[in-house]
């Protein structure tokens, strides 16, 4: 290995950790007192990157300010991974809880076609064919026919659309 690429490795690694205490500063401060969900979190990260065939680095991952698991009062925040482009588009992804895989596998959010709240899970992804076909859908598929079971009843709906969680 070469002094350069040594170099280029801490470059990264202070980009990334200023890019966490600007995005997600509480987040990233505390991230040692749950070393389980940071040390998961962290793993996630990789496999989507792997998935996706891009840098881990591009990644970000931060509290999913809508979604919360668990039981009462043990609710905490889900995992909202998180790349930019560099066009300015945001790719939005929360992990896919219904596999065999648990950690490989992911919902991508999008739009909703009825309310046009911008982030609810409109495709299910374990890898660039699964992107790609959302993102290239055929012809007879169209609208909420192909959203992943999560899309109804997800929390980022508006409160007024049809699928927006029933009280
Ligand atoms: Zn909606």
Redesign the pocket.
Known sequence: MTSTTVNALAERAVTVARRYREAAPREFAERHAVPSRWSRRTSSVANLASALGIPADTILVRDDPQRRYGIDASLTPGDLYEIASDSGHRWQFIPDLTGFTPSWGWLLLGA??????PS?PVARVAGLADLGAHLDPESEHHGTDTAPLEFDG?P???SH????TRA
């Open positions: 909703c076609p009825h309310c046009e709240a609810v997800d980022g709906h508006h659309c049809p699928y927006a």
